[in-house]
């Protein structure tokens, strides 16, 4: 269970359905993958500077690497910086969970005039829960009224003139309309002068972040002196891009018809965390602690513990190719 410990990501317990070991004849913990899988199965906890849009600092990292794909995990404004999730090639599959998780951010908003801080603190903590917020008129989605949550917000600095805020807030909130709001509730007007992303999902600024020279430097020792610790370092198994996830962990040779698309059932799962509720979405790791899948649970954990068959979760993306575990299921079906 060393590899899942690894990617276990949340604080859950797990439940133990069947005691048993995995091959090693089949498929490869996810920090012994030779490089080259390593780098199409990987993440990328990239650090964006000012000035390019998001797109462009993916098309090239997609250019150095020689990719056919590469993926981010949530746009950043050009002169916003910081978290930005870089999937490469397969590892693309699994971006997209990382775009709708919260996300936090760190935002220097701008007073027109001096208000007490008592006061701004008072018109911050209205922001907390659900908000109503039209995106910006520079923004690329459709300008429609959308429902919003704020989690936190925490005032760490003021001066009268400029507040640096801690913002923990649903992905999809609007930094920008959030001060000009605060502005116009405070009576004096606002904006956002300066703004840095520290967490989207599981990639946080404090586990740390991947600037694009070193991650040029670190390709180009691999390439040149073959030399491949630095690269290793910089680039994340996909695995970690669901940490954030519940897991069930399947048996070998249930692995297979996973990979082929085909739903969980009961007798194919080894262990799993506790406090799955159906409608949750699930990652289905290996023994191994490889991501095979990831799913929609149509039982809860206990029900799961309990039962001897049955769907436990249906497929919503496949990311392990078939062939990689034996065909368990087919020898099945012929018997």
């Not at 003139?161 to 309309?177: F, P, S």
């Not at 989207?200 to 070193?214: A, D, I, N």
């Not at 406090?275 to 899948?293: Q, S």
């Amino acid at each position: 269970m060393e590899g899942l410990d690894r990617f276990a990501g949340l604080d859950r317990r797990w439940i133990v359905k069947v005691e048993e070991d995995t091959s090693p004849e089949y498929g490869v913990p996810p920090w012994r993958r030779p490089i080259e899988q390593h780098i199409r199965l990987g993440v990328i906890a990239l650090d964006k500077p000012p000035g390019p849009t998001s797109h462009e600092v993916v098309a090239w990292v997609k250019r150095m690497f020689g990719l056919s794909k590469a993926g981010h995990g949530g746009t950043l404004d050009p002169k916003v910086t910081g978290v930005l999730p870089v999937a490469l090639e397969e590892a693309t599959k699994v971006i997209g969970l990382v775009v709708h998780t919260s996300k936090e951010y760190m935002c220097v908003m701008q007073l027109h005039r001096p208000v007490p801080e008592e006061e701004l603190r008072r018109v911050l903590g209205m922001f907390v829960g659900e908000i109503y917020q039209r995106p910006p008129l520079r923004s690329s989605v459709k300008r429609s009224l959308r429902v919003k949550r704020i989690y936190e917000i925490e005032l760490l600095e003021y001066n009268g003139r400029y507040a640096l805020m801690r913002v923990l807030c649903e992905a999809g909130t609007y930094m920008r309309k959030l001060c000009h709001d605060a502005g116009l509730i405070l009576g004096v007007g606002a904006h956002m002068r300066e703004l840095r992303r520290t967490k989207s999902g599981p990639f946080r600024e404090q586990h740390g972040l991947v600037r694009l020279q070193e991650l040029s430097e670190a390709l180009y020792r691999w390439k040149n002196e073959g030399k491949e610790d630095l690269l290793r370092s910089y680039i994340k198994p996909v695995e970690y891009a669901v940490s954030h996830l519940p897991k069930i962990v399947i048996r070998d040779t249930a692995v297979d018809a996973i990979a082929h698309g085909a739903n969980l059932a009961v007798p194919g799962i080894a262990r799993l965390h506790e406090g799955i509720k159906r409608g949750d979405l699930v990652a289905l790791f290996t023994l191994k602690g490889e991501l095979v899948a990831v799913g929609v649970a149509q039982m809860s954990s206990e029900e799961i513990a309990k039962a001897r068959r049955g769907i436990a979760v249906k497929m919503r993306r496949v990311i392990m190719k078939p062939g990689v575990y034996p065909q368990a299921w087919k020898r099945r079906g012929r018997s």
